[in-house]
């Protein structure tokens, strides 16, 4: 069986990292499984790579989608693992408890998930699940504890609120002038988080996921 640096040295030969991993002993998992490893985008050489693929250049709907699934069902087929994905799925895979049981992942002051690495620009293409423990690294330290926290003011029409997601109120702004910014750029309040601008995300892989958000 492949340790974690093995799997994570083919996860990255498709611009995709190992963003967290969960263990049976801390918190269940589906029948089967010892251990779940989460699948995220590489950073910024993640669009380079994806906008090469014909999932990409068909134009046929959900390309990424599609690409996840025929990439991370290959690496759970290479890896003797088996591929969960954050979408396609009734119920939906519990992908939001998954990372907060990782310790890599934290609820963010806006309540979206936040990443050691890669901020608020986290997003999980799968996961592969493993029949045997695999040796995890320890829970890393929350990112926002030391923060000035400038998500919390960043959005532009105060859509993220104690209450939760004004999603209406999200989708009116970028109808208007003033919203092509986040449109074009990705959500003001992801740009906003200090780790997200460590981290860097090409625009246009931003503006990808905005036009699916709001077509």
Same mark, same amino acid.
């Given at each position: 069986m492949p340790g974690l640096a093995q799997i994570e040295r083919q996860v990255q030969r498709h611009a995709l990292t190992i963003a967290g991993g969960v263990q049976k002993t801390t918190r269940p998992l589906p029948d089967g499984l010892e251990t779940l490893l989460m699948i995220a985008p590489d950073g910024p050489r993640f669009w380079a790579h994806f906008t090469q693929s014909p999932e990409y250049r068909d134009g046929q709907p959900d390309p990424m989608d599609r690409w996840s699934v025929r990439v991370i069902d290959a690496l759970a087929h290479e890896l003797g693992a088996r591929a969960f994905y954050p979408f396609g799925a009734r119920p939906p895979h519990p992908f939001f408890t998954w990372a907060l049981a990782s310790g890599?992942?934290?609820?963010? &002051?806006?309540?979206?998930?936040?990443? /050691?690495?890669?901020?608020?620009?986290?997003?999980?293409?799968?996961?592969?699940?493993?029949?045997?423990a695999i040796d995890l690294p320890a829970a890393t330290p929350a990112p926002c504890d030391p923060c000035t926290r400038p998500c919390v003011s960043a959005c532009p029409v105060g859509a993220l609120t104690d209450q939760g997601y004004d999603i &209406?109120?999200?989708?009116?702004?970028? /109808?208007?002038?003033?919203?092509a910014d986040c449109m074009n750029n990705g959500c003001a309040v992801r740009r906003a988080c200090p780790v997200s601008q460590a981290f860097g995300r090409d625009p246009e892989q931003s503006a990808f996921h905005m036009r699916h958000f709001h077509p």
């Open positions: 890599q992942a934290r609820s963010s &002051p806006v309540q979206w998930l936040i990443h /050691d690495r890669q901020g608020l620009w986290l997003s999980f293409r799968g996961a592969l699940g493993f029949a045997v &209406p109120a999200c989708h009116a702004f970028l /109808d208007t002038p003033a919203g």
